[in-house]
């Protein structure tokens, strides 16, 4: 089996900065692209970055020069670094894998993790 464990969340004033991960463990033969998305209470969840395996990334337009995706395939982990933060941020933040296993590729989510802004 496959799982998607997220850390990182949690409160922080308007202006500052957190650091989400995202470690993927199991039967994995190899991870396409991982992708940030958040749920804002009474919202549509919306897709906030993605990443490829070689590293191209695609931003929401919302997020562009405040949140950076990276990741570290040897660890098969993804990362969001969130800056200058604003209450509008906050919602609950998924990570998303398209994990390669048996030669089939499957789609994986996290259990998400609270992100809250305060003003």
């Known amino acids: 089996q496959v799982q998607l464990v997220e850390s990182g969340g949690g409160l922080v004033q308007a202006g500052g900065s957190l650091r989400l991960s995202c470690a993927a463990s199991g039967s994995i033969d190899s991870i396409n692209a991982m992708a940030w998305y958040r749920q804002a209470p009474g919202k549509q969840r919306e897709l906030v970055a993605t990443?490829?395996?070689?590293?191209?990334?695609v931003y929401a337009d919302s997020m562009k020069g405040r949140f950076t995706i990276s990741r570290d395939n040897a660890k098969n982990t993804v990362y969001l670094q969130m800056n200058s933060l604003e209450p509008g941020d906050t919602a609950v933040y998924y990570c998303?894998?398209?994990?390669?296993?048996?030669?089939?590729?499957?789609?994986?989510w996290g259990q998400g993790t609270q992100v809250t802004v305060s003003s």
């Open positions: 998303h894998a398209e994990i390669v296993r048996l030669g089939y590729t499957y789609s994986y």
């Open positions: 990443i490829t395996s070689g590293g191209s990334t």
